[in-house]
């Protein structure tokens, strides 16, 4: 089992490439499903779950060819001949937002099967709310021996509708978005997600011949298509990936310049690590980020829908406050057990108390380096980001999790300083290339 070795203490300095976005690639790609067209998407990232979502489309019938990650990372899908509508448990198990070839497949075929994701270590993740709009889009939906079993009754075609989601879901928006866009009339989303990767993939559909408005707000609307032809679309920077590695910055009290990266995708989010007292300067290639001269000062952080503050970016947040002048209540409102890196970042030191959906970090002076373990995607980075800063040397296992969402992770810390390497069966590795 591969592990992340960190020596804390070193400042970051230098800059960061930001990548494309991973929850933006992974509905464009499912969205590749919508036209027997090519669809050309750029600046996708190297990533685990990418190749994951690579694997299930072609076992579609998908043929992908190209590169994520490196220079010029461009993919190219083409969903010219489908050979099967199912999409089966041991990918989906892996990978959550499989179920995101679930209304692209329904749209475009008129029957798709799809394996329940089941629930994650940050909650139980019900898909209810997906279903529930394809419902009102005409399909009908049976859930049978763990797998989503959905027809569009009407001749095959799925019909426009207004549908009111009871609380914001970004995948169930973007499923339905999907659907609707080849759906006999007018769809109106109402309570839609607003977070950019919604916006790069409503972009993406109308450069594919879809008429969407009101994306970005809290109401779209989609005008359904007979059917969409390919186009060419770049992936929007990974604003969770701009989160960490600013977080990452301030952490280290060092100067980090991040390239690619657009402030108005994190709006507050720059606000917050200035209040903590970072300094944050727009440049012409992206956003530079100085960390605070001495112990920041304890911010309070409540995670909403976008453009609230990102519950991807609550993890990386609560290990930089361990360290702040002060306390700071931390509050997650999404998901139900998203705090599984307290009991890890206490193992170095950290003085945090959960009372149910907040926790009350109280800033230490010094974490100490120790083994500890990652369980999910973004608690595991925010175990790096404490590695960087604590005394001594940390160890954080299970690290398949990072290389879910961060590519290049250990190359692109170690490239600013940071004394960072990956350890596979006892030595050093290069960065898992997913
Ligand atoms: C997306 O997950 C992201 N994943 C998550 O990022 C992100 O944390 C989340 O949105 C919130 O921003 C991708 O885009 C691939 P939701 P998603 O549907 O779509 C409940 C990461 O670390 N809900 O907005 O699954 C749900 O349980 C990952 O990159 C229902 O009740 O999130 C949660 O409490 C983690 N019924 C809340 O809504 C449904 O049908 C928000 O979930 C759907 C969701």
Redesign the pocket.
Known sequence: MDEVRIHGGNRLSGKIPISGA??AA??LMAASLLTGDSLVLNNVPLLADIESMRTLLAGLGTTVSGHAGGAEPSLTLTSARIADTEAPYDIVRKM??SILVLGPLLARYGVARVSLPGGCA?????????LKGLREMGASVDLTGGYVEARARRGGRLHGAKIAFP??????T?NVMMAAALADGESVLINA?R?P?IIDLANCLIAMGATIEGHGTDTIRIQGRESLHGASHSVVPDR?EVGTYAIAACVTRGDLELIGARTDLLPGVFEILADTGATIIETERGVRVKGPDGRPSGVDVMTE?HPGF???LQAQMMAYMTGAAGASMITET???NRFMHVPELSRMGANITVHGSSALVRGVAKLTGAPVMAT???ASVSLVIAGLVAKGETTVSRIYHLDR?YERLVGKLHDCGAVIERVSDGEVARDQVA
């Open positions: 991973k929850n992974l509905p959550r937002a940050i909650g139980n993740r019900p898909v209810d709310l997906h609380l914001v879901s970004v995948g169930a973007e997600a977070e990767e969770i829908p990102p519950t991807d999404i998901f139900e999910d995607l973004r969402g």
